[in-house]
Structure formats: C-alpha cells, structure tokens
C-alpha cells in the first residue's frame, strides 16, 4: 500500500501462492452462515483467510492491479478432512475437491479483486497442471490465461533456461496490463483505474474453451493487441476523441439502476459488454451488480455466467451473484 500510495506502483505480479490444506499464513478464518465457526462449511461461503481480506482491502484502497499465478495444483487434489488454525477439522465443502481437475485454485488467487491468470501451451490447449476453478467461495478462476509452458525465462544464476508454470504465465499478462496503462496516458492524458484496465482485459481477451468464461480458460487468452486498439480505437486516429465513450465509469447507489445507450456499427457481428468493480472484502460479495443488456426492443440479455457446482458444463445467460466481473 505504501508503494502504491507513494511510489506510483499500479501492478503486483505474483508468482506464489498456497494450497489451503498446507495453511502456513494462520490466522485463517472460516466463515458460515453463522459467522466465525469451524464446522462444515456451506458452500456459498467458503474459505476466505485474512490473507484475502487484507488483499481484497488493498485493491479497493490503493487501486492497484494484483495479479495471481493462478496455481500448479490441478493434478495434486487433496481429498481428505483438514484441520484449521484451531486445529479443528475442516470438511470440503459441496463443490470443493469434487471434480479432478478441477477446483485446485490457490487460497491466493482465489480473492474477489485479485485476477488469477492460468498456463497454456503454444498451441492454447490449457496446460495439465494449471490449476482450475471454482476459486473458493464459487467464484471463477482462474479469470485469463497465458502461455507458460517450455517458455524462455531467466534462471536463478543469471542466464536463461526453459520452465513451465503459471508462474511465467502470470507475469506476461501483468506485463501486458503495464503495456495498457502506458497507452491509456499517451491517449487519454488521464490515469486509468485498475477496474479499467481490468475490464479491458476481460472484454478482449480470446475466448477459448467453453463458450464464455469457464473454469479452465477464464475469459480467455490475453490479447494484448485488440486490447490495445479497444484504448485507441480500431478504427485510426480520428476516433480518438470519440473513443471515450466506450468506456462508462461510475458510480452507483443501493438498488440504482444506470442505463447506457451504445450504437453498434451495421458491419459488426459482435458486441461485449463487460463490467468489473472492485468488491469490499470479505467471502462474499457485500456489493453485488447486475449487468443486462437489450438490442432494440428485445429482452435482456444476462450475462454469461458459468455454473460451480457443474465446471464442465457451458456458461449460460443468468444472474451473476459471485463474481466482481460480468
């Protein structure tokens, strides 16, 4: 917080991170229903360690980017009952350590306002030990992906060597929000907010997988071009003083409803519409926003949402009561 507050940091890459059953960062709390308890945890609570509070907090008040490897545990799942801090036993809940594969994502990556970004090889086939989602408490995970597997990186004593992980993956997409942000001031002249450029990077990424965000993918492979010309428009330099308009930030009120009226171009066949708020903490969301939208007089539309308790299946249009981002 000090250094985003005094020294200009606007992103954190993050190449670490913890499984829960391996808790070394006590004290941890579990939440239910009845607050503070160490019984079996239902399922739309989750696990939520102070960690992620203290993350979540920090995001909110220093607004900078958290970038989260999002875990190489896909194929270390841990079935059985563990103790928590108190050394009471605690019990996987209903869509904890049920799909193999699946639900491996790390405690850190797991916070509502941080992006947990998985591994893919060249050919964008997700690699086997990047960890999935649901991130605790249902929510999505890992949120994009990049490629990080035989990749090209430094080494411990100063020459390169090849290495896998999501830890490479990871710092590729911060790397390309940095890319984002420096476009954004030489345009715009203005210092864009991490929900920004996060929704950035949301709305341009290459959707792969399952059709719309899913548990493996996320939204998709970062794509650092379109989301740079999504900055300064596609179209050449005299839309730059129109390109403002693509982009809606604002502040809303309990149960206000805001409405935004965009014109799609006749040659287009397909428009996104993403929105993405940093949430207070704590393992639920406390503010909850609904995205809809309606092309003429239709009906709304509701965002894509994928489902926690079935991981393999397709997202559909419902509402969203999880996830900082629709």
Sequence with gaps: RYAAQN?????????????PDMDFLPPA??????S???????TRWGYYPNFNYATDQMVR??????FWAAGN????????????????IRYPDEWHRTYPGFDTMLV???????????????????????????????????????????MLTLASDNTYAHGSGT??????????AALLIDQYRKIHHAEPSAALITALLFNSARDLGLAGPDFTYGYGMVDAQLAARTISGQEGIEELKKVRSRFVEAKIKHKQEHLYTFD?????????????????????????????????NGKRVLPLTPDPYDPTAPAVNMSNKRDTSE
Excluded at 167 to 176: H, K, T
């Design 264 to 296: 799609v171009p006749k040659n287009k066949q397909e428009m996104r519409v993403t929105l993405v708020w940093h949430d207070a903490p704590g393992p639920k969301l406390i503010n909850n926003l609904d995205l809809w939208a309606r092309y003429g």
């Design 29 to 34: 709390r579990l939440e239910t229903a009845d």
């Design 36 to 42: 503070h308890s160490s019984g079996k945890l239902k």
């Design 61 to 66: 008040a220093a607004d900078v980017l958290y």
């Design 108 to 150: 850190n990556s797991s916070a509502k306002n941080v992006l947990a970004i998985g591994a893919t090889h060249k050919d964008d086939v997700i690699c086997a030990f990047s960890s999935r989602g649901p991130g605790y408490g249902g929510r999505l995970g890992p949120h994009l992906v990049g490629p990080g597997f035989d």
């Design 7 to 19: 020294l200009g940091l606007r992103i954190s890459s993050n190449s670490w991170g913890y499984d």
């Design 167 to 176: 830890s490479g993956s990871c710092p590729m997409a911060a790397g390309v």
């Design 73 to 88: 545990e896909s194929y270390s799942v841990v079935l059985s009952p563990v103790p928590d801090e108190m050394n009471q």
